[in-house]
């Protein structure tokens, strides 16, 4: 997810002389290099010399060396560090894990540990169900990656995996009250990855696989639901199909087009392209067409490095279409993009249908920039939070593992995946709903709680919870 802003906030802490500087000097020296100040904090007074910290935003690092070169320039400043600020919020990490209880007395170490803690063992090991009542794995899951793919910047390894999936586990618990925990594991291969969630899994309430590349993500997904009796998720695939098909009930609202009657092109068949499609297939979408960077996906047609596209084209493309990406667009109501940055030209947006709805959701860099879309589309949708209508994984999993966790549901279906995206598009009331807000913003309280409440409903109905979800 990008930030709110676009460029890179830097903290800059100055020396500055009382008497030969003034805030417009430092404003002036900011803007000639294109940078905005952010702020301008008090750290110490030192008689004649103050110091400040001077907050910037510049859109690029490599202003940085410049932005220092001007300030040091103006007489009476002297720069004595810089700090990137998304890096000091990563100093130390950024997640940690506190008791639930406290041990101050000899009689609560005897509870918590031995030898009290010895009866809980036993209940335990003759109803293993209880350890849901009686330990952390009621409320935790697990953040699993091997790093291959991480935020569409590659296979960078475990290690490098390890901020996205603090990252995660944060916003699980500031969204929904989920103890997430980032597992990064330094394996080779789906057998490895597998193995190894299997052996951890009875500490976890359930299972988010994140940023592991295609193919391996369907076979670890498919064989670890298998495997286990809790639910297994990975994001990457079915959050992005989630919230995309929230958004795609809404805008299909806002242009007055049945949803099973829309012709869709999918661009990117890859985790997130192919959950898109078959949940759309699930509520109904017949006409779907897939593009990737061998042209259209079409049955009868071999991809010996790419079996999933076969699949794909047994299930895709009914009336067999083939050509350009512009061609299969010609007439199409839908294009949803989850490629790479700059695919579309305008004229390929301009073959499409009227009332068009066209969701760019390739990151940092959208398939065609999104002003140049709303020119010719009715709706249009971006992964980026600095444009309306943002379809953010982040409006999913944390309801979605706030319900299966309340119901102790055993896996998660296509039937909870659906009732959590009519949940989630539900948000947007019928007379706030437009062009320019067809999904809800990150931050509004009542996704949460929606989308759980779905999940949890649906569960019960298809005999998967092991409990009802409290009411409090």
């Known amino acids: 997810m990008d930030s709110a802003r676009s460029g890179i906030q830097y903290i800059m802490r100055l020396s500055l002389s009382r008497d030969r500087v003034t805030f417009s000097d430092l404003a002036r020296a900011v803007d000639g290099i294109g940078g905005d100040i952010v702020a301008l904090d008090l750290v110490r007074s030192e008689g004649a010399k103050t110091v400040r910290d001077l907050t910037v935003e510049l859109p690029q690092p490599a202003l940085v060396d410049a932005l220092k070169a ?26 940690e894990i506190a008791p639930r209880v406290q041990v101050k007395t000899r009689s609560d ?10 009866r809980v063992v036993e209940a335990i090991a003759q109803d293993p169900t209880k350890a849901f009542q009686l330990t952390l794995k009621r409320n935790t899951v697990a953040i699993v990656t091997d790093g291959s793919a991480i935020l569409g910047m590659g296979n960078l390894g475990p290690r490098a995996a390890l901020p996205v999936m ?3 586990a944060v916003l699980f618990k500031t969204l929904a009250n989920v103890d997430a925990f980032p597992l990064c ?17 009875p500490a976890f309430g359930g299972i988010n696989l994140e940023d592991i590349a295609a193919p391996a993500c369907f076979e670890v997904e498919r064989r670890l ?34 949803l099973p009657a829309l012709r869709v092109v999918v661009a990117g068949v890859g985790a997130a392209g192919t959950a898109i499609t078959k949940l759309l297939l699930h509520v109904g979408v017949r006409d779907i067409v897939g593009y990737d960077r061998e042209g259209v996906i079409v049955r009868g047609r071999s991809y010996p490095d790419r079996p999933i596209w076969e699949e794909y084209a047994a299930i895709t493309n009914p009336y067999r279409r083939t050509g350009t990406l512009r061609e299969v667009l010609t007439g199409a109501d ?18 499409m249908a009227p009332g068009a709805i066209a969701f760019l959701l390739a990151n940092p860099e959208p398939e065609i920039a999104p002003e140049i879309a709303q020119e010719y589309a009715a709706v249009v949708a971006t992964g980026r939070s600095d444009y309306p209508n943002q379809i953010n994984n982040v409006l ?22 659906v009732a959590a ?22 931050f509004n309280r009542s996704v949460v709680d929606a989308v759980a409440e779905a999940v949890s409903r649906v569960a019960a109905a298809e005999g998967l919870a092991r409990r009802a979800r409290p009411t409090v």
Request: with cysteine.
């Open 70 to 95: 001007a300030l040091e320039r103006l007489p009476g400043v002297a720069v004595e560090n810089i700090s990137d600020r998304t890096f000091l919020m990563h100093l130390g990490g950024k997640i």
């Open 109 to 118: 170490l005897a509870h918590i540990y031995t030898p009290g803690v010895a």
């Open 166 to 168: 603090e990252g995660k």
């Open 185 to 201: 594991l330094e394996v080779s291969g789906p057998d490895a990855i597998v193995e190894t969630v299997v052996r951890i899994a």
């Open 225 to 258: 639901e298998e495997a286990l009796d809790i639910p297994v998720f990975h994001d990457d695939q079915h959050g992005t199909a989630v919230v995309a098909l929230a958004g795609l009930i809404n805008a299909a609202q806002v242009v007055k087009k049945p």
């Open 334 to 351: 839908v294009f949803i993009g989850v490629s790479t940055g700059h695919l579309l030209q305008p004229e390929d947006l301009q073959v």
């Open 396 to 417: 999913c999993f944390p309801g979605l593992f706030r319900g299966v966790l309340d119901s102790r549901a055993r896996r998660i279906t296509m039937g909870m995946k």
């Open 421 to 442: 995206a009519e949940a989630l598009a539900g948000v947007v009331r019928p007379d706030e709903r437009g062009p320019d807000y067809i999904i809800p913003g990150v």
